[in-house]
């Protein structure tokens, strides 16, 4: 038995089933494992991840089973589950072997692999429905000093934003001022959601911040390309470490857009964010924030019928735990 | 042109409240099947699958800025709160607060869009001109490129419709009242033909503009969305089966993607309006929607399900199930050979789980252990299938033996400790449309008011 000990991320699974696949290993006798639990007469090669073979999986599961599928088994690896990188693999297996269409690739429900990958996925695709609609932004300040201070471990990303803050200040109001949202998912979900946000809002400069893996999203408002070179460097503050620099845009959605055709690649990074983190500490709102935020409370609040009140069919369709990220259901907001 | 008047000297907040809450009645749902990726300058997408952004405190989701124009109302229609003989507070937005309103909520991801609709104002084409006026802001000063739903007024100047079709995603006419008669007791200011004008016309306007795309990819596009209307249930007398034959007709003859059901809630003291001490009658639109989804996508007609002489649906069973105890004849169904449209109509088995089960069964038959894993409602399947030739138990294919366990089934688990609630199973394999039959429902079962 060969167990290949792989991160927490998709690369790494990626790269592990390359591996698997460059040693030509009989998958029966391969194993993919993402915790270090010990496994008696098993050979373990940890697995570093390497951004070439990741680059030809993706391209082979996506040649071979199509967008939908390949976008399904990314959202299975965003599950907090340490059997899904087994699973992947092995689904991954039972298609290539069975030359299975696009599309197809999950038709095969009866293997109990493709049903796991497949159950990850749609439960990660459940939670990302809800919070691509839950997701809350407040419009905040930038906070001056912290920007400036250079020991500070958010000072590079504060940076990244003054200078979109001051190229934008000639444009249309919007553009001057960033949008924050706090969400705290099972999964890991800004790999998708800052995609989606990232299309709808390309003028805006936004911060995604999910504090259950902190990790934070940052997505530059559109329209200053000349400066991105230089601020796309390592980062070099201790608190928080760029991952993902390069164009994200094109690696999880295909290039199917509508008539317009030549659209932009979408930029969005994300960082994570050590220990020592608090840029996000003290965000102030901006001036008119409170005041949209008590209208959609107001709205919220008329726009249901007395008359069919059902608190408990509200809960079934947005369970508590968004709540407590939603403007609308804050305690201190007249409901 | 006039603008409006009304409420001036309201705060924003004012106006809102009062025009939120006219326009609450209005169903919309942004599920329209319009995708539509970010033109990478200005703000907004679509997405077919529709997304919902909260939920309301009865259970119904929020996901468009719904809101009037103005409450503001020449009409005097018995059912509704802006009629002109009532005496309401009136408020009425100018469309730079509309555009604002709505740029600001969907920058911070609170809405989808924007669905308007208003009460007539001097006459329809002038409440038309309004409406088309805010739309065209909202697009081309404001650059809004996310989802909007409108509504077209009846009688309104057809150029005006076409124009506001062109900046809409969807656009709805409401036929308010099932019938021509229902219309003509509860609207006197509408008429059945004014109404079904300018759904024609929007209709061929959909079928011009899909050739018109056919030719230029880049041609703008009309109301691409398609049109959706809304039907009130039970302010009026007509039966179930005349409700459905109508929304039948209106998906063949007028190519609709949806019609809503609205149960009626009285909010007028008014002697020609009924009575309903047992509040909405909800369960009967949750009927009405299970029917229609059986429409539009299991292939049932209208005529299976209810007739002139069984013109009510059932209240225990869904339609579907309530089909097949009727239509015994039918079943059992053989999971591993029966095709997807047999599947469709088992109990218990979506259009998600047919699919599932026809990939599923290429690869070797299934047996009943795997047939739960891909999404099958055993308990209520199983009395209607069989599995390489075998039932699941030891059922008898008989009428009363199945209603008895379907309904009894649901008494032992699903009545709460009051004794009178019970889960209302879905049709559905997601479950958004699940609802509990309320205490008020069982009387007004009980005393045959549904
Ligand atoms: S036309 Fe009738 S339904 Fe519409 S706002 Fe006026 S009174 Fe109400």
Redesign the interface.
Request: net charge negative; charged share 40%.
């Given at each position: 038995m060969t167990v290949y000990q792989c991160e927490d991320s998709m690369e790494s699974v990626f790269t592990a089933v390359y591996r698997a696949y460059e040693e030509k290993r009989p998958p029966e006798e391969v194993s993919l494992s993402m915790t270090d639990e010990p496994m008696l007469f098993a050979e373990f090669i940890p697995v570093e991840p390497d951004r070439e073979r990741t680059r030809k999986v993706v391209s082979t599961l996506w040649r071979n089973f199509g967008e939908d599928d390949y976008l399904k088994i990314c959202m299975a690896l965003a599950a907090p589950d340490p059997e899904k990188g087994q699973a992947v693999y092995r689904t991954i297996v039972h298609g290539l072997r069975?030359k299975c269409r696009q599309g197809?690739l999950?038709?095969?429900?009866?293997?109990d692999y493709v049903?796991k990958t497949f159950e990850l996925a749609r439960g990660v695709l459940r939670e990302y429905?809800h919070q691509?609609?839950?997701?809350?932004?407040?419009?905040v300040e930038l906070i001056q000093d912290c920007r400036n201070v250079a020991e500070d471990p958010g000072g590079e990303l504060w940076g990244e934003f003054s200078l979109c803050a001051d190229a934008g200040a000639s444009r249309e109001a919007?553009a001057r001022s960033v949008?924050y949202?706090r969400i705290g998912p099972k999964n890991h979900l800004l790999t998708f959601l800052m995609p989606h946000?990232?299309?709808?809002?390309?003028?805006?400069n936004f911060i995604i911040y999910d504090e259950s893996r902190k990790i934070i999203g940052i997505h530059p408002a559109?329209g200053r390309e000349e400066e991105k070179g230089e601020t796309s460097g390592t980062g070099k503050g201790e608190g928080i470490r760029k991952e993902q620099c390069e164009r994200k845009g094109g690696s999880f959605r295909g290039s199917s857009?509508?008539?317009?055709g030549e659209?932009?690649p979408m930029t969005w990074y994300l960082a994570s964010c050590g220990d020592g983190f608090t840029a996000l500490d003290g965000l102030r709102s901006s001036g008119r924030e409170l005041a949209?935020q008590?209208?959609?409370t107001?709205?919220?609040?008329?726009?249901?019928?007395?008359?069919?009140?059902?608190?408990?069919?509200?809960r079934?369709?947005?369970p508590l735990r968004f709540r407590e990220y939603?403007?609308?259901f804050q305690k201190n907001m007249k409901q | 042109m006039g603008a409006l008047t009304v409420g001036q000297g309201m705060t924003l907040m004012e106006k809102l409240g009062i025009l939120a809450d006219a326009a609450k009645y209005d169903v919309a749902c942004t599920s329209s099947g319009v995708d539509r990726r970010g033109n990478g300058h200005s703000s907004g997408n679509c997405v077919a699958c529709g997304i919902c952004h909260s939920f309301s405190a009865d259970g119904r989701c929020i996901s468009l800025l719904k809101i009037l124009l103005t409450n503001e109302c020449i009409y005097d229609c018995k059912y509704c709160i802006n009629r002109c003989s009532n005496d309401v507070p009136r408020a009425a937005f100018t469309p730079d607060e509309i555009c604002t309103l709505t740029m600001e909520f969907y920058r911070r991801n609170y809405i989808e869009g924007l669905f308007l609709s208003s009460g007539i104002v001097q006459s329809p084409t002038f409440t038309m001109e309004l409406i088309c006026r805010t739309l065209w802001l909202l697009r081309s000063r404001y650059r809004f490129n996310g989802y909007i739903h409108v509504k077209a007024i009846p009688g309104a100047d057809p150029e005006l419709i076409r124009q506001t079709g062109f900046l809409a995603d969807r656009m709805s006419v409401n036929l308010e009242l099932p019938t021509a008669e229902g219309l003509k007791s509860l609207a006197p200011n509408k008429h059945r033909r004014n109404i079904l004008t300018p759904m024609r016309q929007i209709q061929n306007g959909i079928h011009a503009n899909r050739n018109e795309l056919a030719l230029y990819r880049s041609a703008p596009r009309f109301v691409s969305g398609g049109q959706s209307t809304q039907m009130i249930i039970g302010a009026t007398g007509e039966s179930d089966y005349q409700i459905l034959e109508v929304a039948q007709s209106l998906y063949r003859k007028f190519e609709l993607k949806r019609v809503f059901y609205s149960a009626f809630v009285r909010v007028n003291e008014d002697r020609a309006l009924p009575a309903l001490p047992g509040g909405p009658p909800l369960l009967r639109e949750h009927r009405l929607y299970q029917a229609d989804w059986l429409l539009r996508f299991y292939g049932f007609q209208a005529e299976e399900l209810l007739s002139e002489s069984r013109p009510f649906f059932n209240v225990l069973l869904d339609p579907k199930e309530d089909w097949a105890v009727r239509h015994l004849e039918f079943f059992p169904v053989e999971i591993n050979r029966a095709s997807y449209e047999q599947l469709l109509r088992v109990p218990g088995v979506g259009v998600k789980s047919a699919k599932r089960i026809v990939a599923a069964r290429r690869n070797g038959n299934l047996n009943f252990e795997q047939l739960k894993k891909l999404g099958v409602v055993m308990k209520r399947a199983l009395y209607f299938i069989t599995c390489g030739g075998r039932m699941m138990y030891r059922t008898k294919l008989e009428e009363d033996y199945i209603v008895r366990n379907l309904t009894c089934e649901r008494n032992r688990i699903q009545f709460g400790s009051e004794g009178m609630t019970y889960r209302q199973m879905s049709l559905f394999d997601d479950g958004r449309f699940q609802r509990q039959v309320t205490p008020q429902e069982k009387l007004q079962v009980a005393v045959g008011q549904i």
């Open positions: 069975d197809h999950f038709d095969d429900l009866k293997d049903r429905d691509r609609g839950f997701l809350r932004f407040k419009e919007g949008l949202a946000f990232a299309d709808r809002f390309p003028g805006e559109e857009g509508d008539a317009a659209q932009k949209y008590e209208l959609f107001y709205f919220c609040l008329k726009i249901a019928i007395r008359e069919r009140r059902n608190l408990e069919l509200q079934n369709m947005l939603m403007t609308e | -």
